[in-house]
């Protein structure tokens, strides 16, 4: 990646718009998955004469649309030939961009277009190095106004990603959100779950009577759930595995983590761990939801609910 051609200051807050473009093959869509991830709104493949109206929507939208990416490439045929002369009315009227330019080489090139067999853009029925060959030589003035070059020849997905997530990213943008989950086996596990914890090892509060139509967020019933060594040990546990793991996805950059926690209903231990793991990781400081997918399934009685 080569140097910034200018240092230029984005506040958080402020509208930010990339342009993407480069050679066919070198790796814009995947750049551009990476920054939807970071909460940008992308448009592949717009014609570089409506950029500036697009833009001027996006600033009026009333702060719903400050991150945005456009992709403008040699797919837009006869509309590439303005893109320069707009880049530079752009640079005239002092409208802040910063243009992502994404290459490789002529080799890697050629070799993603023969594994994915299909036809270069400006080569449809020629030789692919023919098309590689012309369209370098037609991004050659587009290519001199980039902010950041990105090579990807030999470039691995995950290092690529580091690199956009360091040029583009936020603090807020970065983060990874945590899903923790409680749920019932016998209503089936949840397809989305990134761990999945089952505590019907736990003490049972559903074969005492007075706590049987209550849930494990009611006092009386996680009180009695915590008494027992078992889960005193096993809380133990649980909590050094996350201040292990949790850093770990964080570094390597997962965007959504799901903890999921079974019992047999749904409606006590589960819901107990669950708002345990909430808790833990919410002093910790991220960014954490909690949600009881199957306690309502459940003979939970009315007077009790609020405290739910």
Wanted: glycine share 6%.
């Amino acid at each position: 990646m080569s140097e910034p051609k200018q240092e230029q200051q984005v506040k958080e807050d402020a509208f930010r718009l990339v342009i993407v473009t480069g050679m066919s093959g070198g790796g814009k869509t995947q750049a551009c998955r990476y920054m939807e991830d970071l909460g940008y709104f992308c448009v592949d493949n717009l014609p570089p004469v409506f950029i500036p109206k697009f833009v001027e929507l996006c600033r009026h939208s009333g702060g719903h649309v400050n991150k945005v990416v456009l992709v403008v490439d040699t797919r837009s045929r006869e509309f590439f030939d303005l893109f320069v002369h707009i880049l530079d009315d752009m640079d005239r009227d002092d409208l802040p961009y910063e243009m992502l330019y994404m290459d490789a080489s002529d080799a890697a090139i050629i070799r993603r277009y023969k594994e994915t067999r299909r036809r270069h853009p400006m080569a449809p029925s020629s030789r692919i190095s023919e098309g590689v060959s012309r369209e370098r030589e037609r991004l050659a003035p587009v290519r001199a106004k980039a902010t950041y070059i990105i090579d990807t020849s030999d470039l691995r997905k995950v290092d690529l990603r580091d690199k956009i997530h360091r040029l583009f990213g936020s603090a807020e943008g970065e983060q990874m959100n945590i899903n923790v989950l409680s749920f019932g086996f016998k209503f089936g596990m949840p397809l989305d779950a990134d761990m999945v914890l089952d505590v019907r090892f736990l003490p049972n509060p559903f074969y005492i009577d007075s706590m049987r139509h209550k849930s494990g967020a009611v006092k009386e019933v996680s009180d009695y759930i915590a008494s027992w060594p078992v889960t005193q040990e096993f809380e133990r546990r649980l909590d050094s595995l996350l201040d292990f793991l949790v850093p770990q996805y964080v570094k390597e950059g997962k965007s959504q983590f799901v903890i999921a926690v079974g019992c047999t209903g749904g409606m006590h231990r589960s819901v107990f761990i669950a708002k345990h793991i909430f808790d833990r990781l919410t002093a910790k400081g991220y960014p954490v939801k909690l949600e009881h997918r199957d306690l309502m399934k459940n003979d939970v009685r009315e007077h009790v609910r609020e405290e739910c």
